[in-house]
């Protein structure tokens, strides 16, 4: 059985920083180009980062860029967030998703909570 679990998320300060981790069970992420997505309230559900499978190709959303960095380490089968200079208006649940391409599986973690709030 696949899953995807996230962690890291809690209630920071705005200019914090939190560490979020994804782990990948039943896959290899070796095999999967894998993204951030949050979800913020009253908001629909947006791309944060994405990671090619060798991490040759990374990419952000301009909201994020420069704030953010995402990693991972297919050795540990799993994908990091590391949100720097947090804002309020980055508080979300943060979700994984690993995907194997066009007309392949697609798998999502249950979500991990970051408040951003003084």
């Known amino acids: 059985q696949v899953r995807l679990v996230e962690s890291g998320g809690g209630l920071v300060q705005p200019g914090g920083s939190l560490r979020l981790s994804c782990m990948a069970f039943g896959i290899t992420t070796s095999s999967y180009d894998m993204s951030w997505y949050r979800q913020g309230p009253g908001k629909d559900r947006e791309l944060v980062a994405t990671?090619?499978?060798?991490?040759?190709?990374?990419d952000y959303a301009d909201s994020v860029k420069g704030r953010f960095t995402i990693s991972r380490d297919n050795a540990k089968n799993t994908m990091y967030l590391q949100m720097d200079r947090l804002k309020d208006e980055d508080t979300a649940v943060y979700y994984c998703?690993?995907?194997?391409?066009?007309?392949?599986?697609?798998?999502w973690g249950q979500g991990t909570l970051a408040t951003v709030a003084s």
């Open positions: 998703k690993a995907h194997a391409g066009l007309g392949r599986p697609i798998y």
């Open positions: 990671i090619s499978r060798t991490s040759g190709t990374i």
